[in-house]
């Protein structure tokens, strides 16, 4: 029975290990853009474009109505360069005042640039049908 547990702590300690936020500093170049569903800017200082793809999925809970979780959206992306395209995803809960702006949480490291989400609009209302573009403002990093 005590080797069970003291497994069982082990497991769930060295598990632990690998589950944190990419952090640390970012690269004093940093842009933060705001891109309409199917839009692209141009990562200055590259050969890269950065094209916001859209929406995956959306369980935000809306802002009219009381949920028992907060839910989540994934939106896609996709880096271009010359001679390849690096496809991604960013997924966690985004609220209707975005993250922190120092917030890593909903990041991915991709063609070797840290892309942060950091607001995702329209935020879902329950009474409204909203036909509106998406639109994801990030932080593009390297």
């Given amino acids: 029975m005590r080797a069970a547990t003291f497994v069982s702590v082990l497991i769930i300690s060295v598990a632990g290990f690998g589950c944190r936020p990419l952090s640390g500093p ?8 705001e891109l309409l569903e199917k839009d692209f800017r141009i990562i200055p ?24 979780t907060q839910g989540s959206a994934s939106v896609e992306f996709r880096i271009d360069r010359p001679a390849r395209q690096t496809v991604f995803m960013l997924e966690g809960y985004v609220g209707p005042d975005g993250v922190g702006e120092g917030d890593t949480r ?11 989400l950091l607001r995702l609009d329209p935020y879902p209302i329950d009474s409204l049908v909203n036909n509106d573009l998406y639109r994801a403002r990030i932080r593009v990093g390297r």
């Fill in 45 to 68: 200082d590259t050969d890269a474009r950065i094209t916001f793809l859209g929406p995956v999925s959306d369980s935000r809970c809306p802002a009219d109505v009381e949920c028992i």
């Fill in 26 to 33: 970012l690269s004093s170049q940093t842009t933060t853009f």
């Fill in 106 to 116: 909903i990041s991915a490291l991709a063609d070797g640039f840290l892309i942060s």
